[in-house]
């Protein structure tokens, strides 16, 4: 399986500039005033029927907030990070402190031996500290992975090998819980209970672990098939440094476990490939200096502080997820509350993982580890399945596309490669049939999409794009991918199908089709928003190329 790096893929297939929609005066900036204009008229709307709910309703999942004002604290992993804000701050300054110390010792030298053995003592008592006794079956499978890697990383067929090991590894877990210590002998209860008590489970967040693996596999092997390059230049971006091989001696024991034991993104990722990793320890980034990081940390910060608003205004998450508010939405909520709740449900999950993952990413960034940025767009500002996913969870995209997009044949085969990419990303996620046929569902929805775009984007079909009646057409067929996911996650992840079928019977009944008609507008007039503010940042050097 020969690798091929972005620089080629970009090399092999450049492709032109975008074409430009036709615009009338002033007609991106009428659309943007109508559409905060329309949404801020929403989202008060919504904000007073939480107030008169509040006062008249029991909501299950609220709890005493800022200033005597009721916060949803209803969504438990958002609850246990926030809970445990306090411990993450004191954790990051003692692992920033005393690397730098590390660091300072080992600054006249270029043996990283030292930094790399802190690494992985500092991580090993933090994942000790979490998983308790789970910690020695997390050392079990990432030895036996190394092994497997140390002796087989030259044969052809090592990437179907350590593909196959890590795909078995998480049917195990699923399947044997994490397994136990009493199935072996009932004197270790004593690791039994130390396990079942522990803080996380180890095999609940093994998944993250089992991507640095087979980076760390894969970058190994492909540096064995090809020259290696040991460029360490300041200049070098994240993909150049991801895309560049280290010598052999640098895929060793020492660097593996400190590399899969690295605190900061150990829990939440972002995740980032081995090469990256490896090069930064050598060389730290220099993608943000001291300004940057302050800007990054200030921004972050007025993130959380949008967020603390929203919990408090804003109770879409606790009322459309607890079953015992399942009363309020069906009886207190008109139609458009209940589509609102679709999207508001949405801006909770990106705001939760946006504030998780850029605290991780900020963390590792002082440390002098660049990491891919996850969610580089707001929510709101998307209106296409694929770019969706590759704005979301863009670290772990970026590794699907290196380890497993692109080994598979790339985009000469995406029409078959996709359905590959998103059962391994259900499967990475639980092993279940329900969440694979939900990620083939996904597929069945982006094919008609990718086929759209590669038909109008041919050169024969690009005079098209200069017609006023093109761009309303795109802007229609956009506006309803947009409404698709608003109801896919008001299925998947609010009140589930009897909201969508409550919206129908609310609109039958009650004539409500001017709430219809005023979403659809919205979308609609957001959409040609987003049409034009994507050509701005193709004119500004800001474009993110999705």
Known sequence: MKETTYVQLKTNKEKESPPLFKWLPYEGQIWGVIVIIYSACLII????????LVKTETIAGLEPGYFGIPRDNNDAQWRAWRGNLDLLLLLSAAQLLLGLYVKGKLK?????TGLLVFHLV??????????RAGFIYWLLFTGANF?????????RAFPLMIWAMNLGTIWCLKQYNGFG??????????????MRHAMIMWHIVFNLTILKMISFGMDKHWAFRQVPVATQADSLSYRQRQDTHQPLRNYNLLTYYSYLLYTPVFLTGPTV???????????????????????YSLRLLGVFVCFEVFLHTIYAQCISTNPKNMHIWKEKFQSRHLMLIGMLELFFLWFKFLIIWRFARLWALLDGIETPENMNRCVGNNYSFEAFW????RSFNQWLIRYLFIPL???KRKFFNIWIVFGFVAIWHEMDLNLVLWAWGICLTMMPEMAVKWYFYQKKNRYLWNKLWFKYLAATLSSIVVLSMILVNLIGYGTGYEGLVLIAEKVKNNREYFSIFGTALLVFGNVNWMFWLREREGQTGDAKNF
């Open 45 to 52: 709307d919504f904000a007073i029927l939480m107030r008169k």
């Open 409 to 411: 044949g790339g985009s």
């Open 147 to 155: 092994l497997i890697i140390n002796f087989c990383y030259k044969w």
């Open 108 to 112: 006249e030298t270029s043996d990283k």
């Open 273 to 295: 490939s081995f090469n990256a990793w490896i090069s930064q320890i050598y060389t730290p980034q220099r993608a943000y200096d001291k300004r940057g990081l302050i800007k």
């Open 390 to 393: 590759r704005s979301w969870h």
């Open 122 to 131: 500092f991580g090993a008592a933090y994942v000790g500290y979490l998983e």
């Open 181 to 194: 210590f009493l199935f072996l002998s009932s004197s270790f209860e004593f690791l039994e209970s130390s």
